[in-house]
Nanobody, 120 residues
Framework: VQLQASGGGLVQVGGSLRLACAAS????????MGWYRQVPGEQRELVAS???????FYVGSVKGRFTISRDNVQNTVSLQMINLKPEDTAVYYC???????????????WGQGTQVTVSS
């Protein structure tokens, strides 16, 4: 599974950005798609995730500001970010939990990461 992310960049406090990610390759299904972020020296943090069916997750610090969307047919996921804050500055990674068959266990896959910088 290959994940190609796009979007990101430099924005001022209060601004908006949209991240997008497309999955390609050979797989049976993608159970979960989402976004992590990482600041140098810190652990990677799950920002938002959306299963094929079920409850969407948002980390508390982004609730009400970030919206994750997923297209199960196109195998894409996006993250709309509004009212950005300096603490949102990080490298954002697209994530997918994909299975190679109906009986297999889902394995994690990561995109290449895209930098989001929020300047004050």
């Amino acid at each position: 599974v290959q994940l190609q992310a796009s979007g990101g960049g430099l924005v001022q406090v209060g601004g908006s950005l949209r991240l997008a990610c497309a999955a390609s390759g050979s797989f049976f299904s993608i159970d979960v798609m989402g976004w992590y972020r990482q600041v140098p020296g810190e652990q990677r943090e799950l920002v938002a995730s959306k299963p094929r069916s079920g409850t969407t997750f948002y980390v508390g610090s982004v609730k009400g500001r970030f919206t994750i969307s997923r297209d199960n047919v196109q195998n894409t996921v996006s993250l709309q970010m509004i009212n950005l804050k300096p603490e949102d500055t990080a490298v954002y990674y697209c994530y997918a939990l994909a299975r190679s068959s109906s009986a297999s266990v889902g394995l994690p896959y990561w995109g290449q990461g895209t930098q989001v910088t929020v300047s004050s």
